[in-house]
């Protein structure tokens, strides 16, 4: 699959909600280009059908959601014995307006037929307990997404915390300013970059990888931390305590 280029500096992202000098609302744009992406977690509830939610999110929700604008939609479970406990689903949109358009497809007459047998299923027979989701706002060091790699069998998420809102702003500088043309020149496959701008484990940023199989995972993050360029980088002054916890989950694409 062939990566798509960054998006072009003519689309914005608008914010919700702005209220102007005469009190009317209006859309204000907060970033030029940059991609919003939703990413959603959702708790299998035990003995469900998981094959059903996964054929809804892929079959119906997915078509839907990129006929209303979206610009991508990925399912993924867990790389973990034992069968996945969660489903997660990444969403790209190209603005807000997008976001919020998306959130109002029950009143696609196309979704609501397709989504019938869904949208019908006893509360004895639920699906999941709950999901939740996370927005995040793309990097400008990577304002879009990228596709896979071919055959890629690994999707690695990481979050990193910081211990405050600056520390998150210096570890995102870091990435755009250097470290994410180093993940590039050492086959750690970027999909995207995102600073959560709601949801848990705020101040946080959060970004995907992927690749072949675990043996590419495993020789690219050597390489990585081998390099001249991140041992020169890490002891930068600048960079300091920009991280205080890491969060990795390793998932496959469904």
């Given amino acids: 699959m062939e990566r798509r280029s960054f998006l072009s500096a003519g689309l914005g992202l608008t914010a919700l909600g702005t209220t102007s000098a005469t009190g009317k609302l209006e859309n204000r744009s907060i970033a ?41 939609v990925m399912v993924f479970d867990e790389i973990a014995p034992g069968g996945p406990n969660k489903i997660f689903a990444l969403i790209s949109y190209p603005d807000a ?69 600056d520390a998150v702003r210096r570890k995102i500088a870091m990435f755009d300013d250097e470290e994410i043309a180093l993940f590039h020149k050492v ?15 705020r101040p946080c940023l959060v970004y995907m990888l992927n690749f072949t199989d675990m043996d590419a995972h495993g020789v690219a993050w050597k390489a990585f931390l081998q390099a001249p360029e ?18 990795n989950t390793f998932l496959k694409q469904i």
């Fill in 97 to 165: 307006n997008t976001y919020v358009s998306c959130q109002q497809i029950s009143a696609d007459e196309k979704y609501s037929m397709s989504a019938k047998s869904y949208n019908s299923i006893a509360p004895d027979k639920a699906l999941y307990n709950r999901f939740n989701s996370s927005l995040l706002l793309a990097f400008d060091g990577m304002k879009e997404m990228l596709d896979p790699v071919n055959n890629a069998t690994v999707f690695e998420l990481r979050i990193y915390e910081g211990y405050s809102e």
């Fill in 32 to 72: 030029g280009g940059n991609e919003l992406y939703e990413w959603r977690t959702y708790d299998i509830k035990w003995g469900s059908d998981v094959k059903l939610l996964i054929t809804y999110l892929k079959d119906v929700l997915k078509p839907t959601l990129l006929r209303h604008g979206a610009k991508q």
């Fill in 230 to 247: 991140w041992n020169e980088m890490k002891v930068k002054p600048k960079y300091a305590n920009t991280v205080s916890n890491i969060r």
């Fill in 187 to 201: 086959g750690l496959h970027p999909v995207f970059f995102g600073k959560m701008i709601s949801g848990p484990y």
